[in-house]
């Protein structure tokens, strides 16, 4: 599968974003999906998941919980990331990933099966 994400930007702290993520393929809703994000000079880090099809089952960093929710939409091949309450230490590329394995939140940085292109989410004043 490829993904693509997109909706980044510029967003003053406390604001909100939605982050989305498209897929090829005729198969999306059989992938668990994914959002990682790098900030720069660090390590990508995990941010949330999504369980295949139904979606039944979400994990968060704990930076996140409470202010990220992940959703899917397998009719539109799409993943999505509303991030609510932002703050500059969010600021990062955001990557979507998509792998048939459900790791649960134990995501790993490497090895998954897709990437898509990350996109840009600032958070300033």
């Known amino acids: 599968v490829q993904l693509q994400a997109s909706g980044g930007g510029l967003v003053q702290p406390g604001g909100s974003l939605t982050l989305s993520c498209a897929a090829s393929?005729?198969?999306?809703?059989?992938?668990?999906m994914a959002w990682f994000r790098q900030a720069s000079g660090k390590e990508r880090e995990f941010v949330a998941a999504?369980?295949?099809?139904?979606?039944?089952?979400?994990y968060y960093a704990d930076s996140v919980k409470g202010r990220f929710t992940i959703s899917r939409d397998n009719a539109r091949n799409t993943v999505y990331l509303q991030m609510d309450s932002l703050k500059p230490e969010d600021t990062a590329v955001y990557y979507c990933?998509?792998?048939?394995?459900?790791?649960?939140?134990?995501?790993?940085?490497?090895?998954?099966?897709?990437w898509g292109k990350g996109t840009l989410v600032t958070v300033s004043s």
């Open positions: 990933a998509a792998d048939p394995k459900w790791y649960g939140g134990n995501w790993p940085s490497y090895g998954i099966n897709s």
């Open positions: 393929g005729r198969t999306f809703g059989a992938y668990n």
């Open positions: 999504i369980i295949s099809w139904s979606g039944w089952s979400t």
